[in-house]
C-alpha cells in the first residue's frame, strides 16, 4: 500500500514569502505529526493531529507556522513570511491512534529561505 | 522534559562485523517506549525496532536488537552481520504518555558500512 507522501519535495522561498507543505498520510491512520529537522540534527516536534483536531502544537517556533487538517486526512503546514532559520526538511508522520504505535514517516520537504 | 543523548556522531564498521550504537535518555516517567529508526541517504525514516519500558526481555528483530538498561536509562543498539544497506542515519527516540504524542529523537548517529 501506498506510504506517507509530501509534496513538494524542495521548496526553495525568498524570505518574507509564505510557503505550505502538504502530507498525505496512510489511509486509516487516525494520527498525523509534523516535524522539523535541521541539518545535522534529529527531527523535533512541531505538531500533532489526532483525527481533525489539532492536539498539541506546543512545538510550534512562531505564530508564522500555523497547520490543519480540517478533513481529518491530508495536513497542511503553512509558514507565513519565511525567515532564514526556518531553512530545515519538515517531516510528515501518521500512525495508528495511540502514542506507542509505529510513526510512518514521508520524505520530507526541504525548504530553503534565501 | 525528556532528553535523548547519542554521544557517537559518527561509526564506521567492516561488512559482516558488528556494530553498537549507544543511546541514554533522561526522563521521570516509568512507562515508556523506546524506538531506533534508521534514515538511509536520501531516503524516509523507517523503524527499527522498538522497546516497551515494561518489558525486561531485550527485543530483537532479525540482524537487530537493543540492550536496554533501565535503571541505567540506556538503550543500545547492536546491529550484527552489518550490510552495506544499514548504512544510514540511525536515531534513538523516546515517547511516553506523560509526554504527549511526540517523540523526542537523538541527534542521531551516521552508521558507514565498510565493504
Known amino acids: 500500500g501506498a506510504g506517507v507522501s509530501q509534496s513538494p519535495r524542495y521548496k526553495v522561498a525568498k524570505r518574507g514569502q509564505d510557503v505550505a507543505l502538504r502530507c498525505d498520510p496512510i489511509?486509516?491512520?487516525?494520527?498525523l505529526f509534523w516535524y522539523q529537522q535541521a541539518l545535522g540534527q534529529g527531527p523535533e516536534f512541531l505538531t500533532y493531529?489526532?483525527?481533525?483536531?489539532?492536539?498539541?502544537k506546543s512545538g510550534l517556533p512562531s505564530d508564522r507556522f500555523f497547520a490543519e487538517r480540517p478533513e481529518g486526512s491530508v495536513s497542511t503546514l503553512k509558514i507565513q513570511r519565511t525567515q532564514q532559520e526556518d531553512s530545515a526538511v519538515y517531516l510528515c508522520?501518521?500512525?495508528?491512534?495511540?502514542?506507542?504505535?509505529?510513526?510512518?514517516f514521508g520524505p520530507g520537504t526541504r525548504l530553503t529561505v534565501l | 522534559a525528556q532528553t535523548v543523548t547519542q554521544s557517537q556522531p559518527e561509526m564506521s564498521v567492516q561488512e559482516a562485523e558488528t556494530v553498537t550504537l549507544s543511546c541514554t535518555y533522561d526522563?521521570?516517567?516509568?512507562?515508556?517506549?523506546l524506538f531506533w529508526y534508521k534514515q538511509p541517504p536520501s531516503r524516509q525514516m523507517i523503524l527499527v525496532i522498538r522497546?516497551?519500558?515494561?518489558?525486561?526481555q531485550n527485543a530483537t528483530e532479525n540482524r537487530f536488537s537493543v540492550n536496554f538498561q533501565k535503571a541505567a536509562k540506556s538503550f543500545s543498539l547492536k546491529i550484527s552481520d552489518s550490510q552495506l544497506g544499514d548504512t544510514a542515519m540511525y536515531f534513538c527516540?523516546?515517547?511516553?504518555?506523560?509526554?504527549?504524542?511526540?517523540?523526542?529523537f537523538g541527534t542521531g548517529t551516521s552508521l558507514t558500512v565498510i565493504p
Open positions: 526522563t521521570s516517567e516509568n512507562n515508556y517506549y
Open positions: 508522520a501518521s500512525s495508528l491512534s495511540g502514542y506507542y504505535n509505529e510513526q510512518f
Open positions: 489511509s486509516g491512520h487516525v494520527s
Open positions: 493531529f489526532q483525527n481533525e483536531a489539532q492536539l498539541d
Open positions: 522497546q516497551e519500558a515494561y518489558k525486561q
Open positions: 527516540a523516546f515517547i511516553s504518555p506523560g509526554s504527549g504524542n511526540q517523540f523526542y
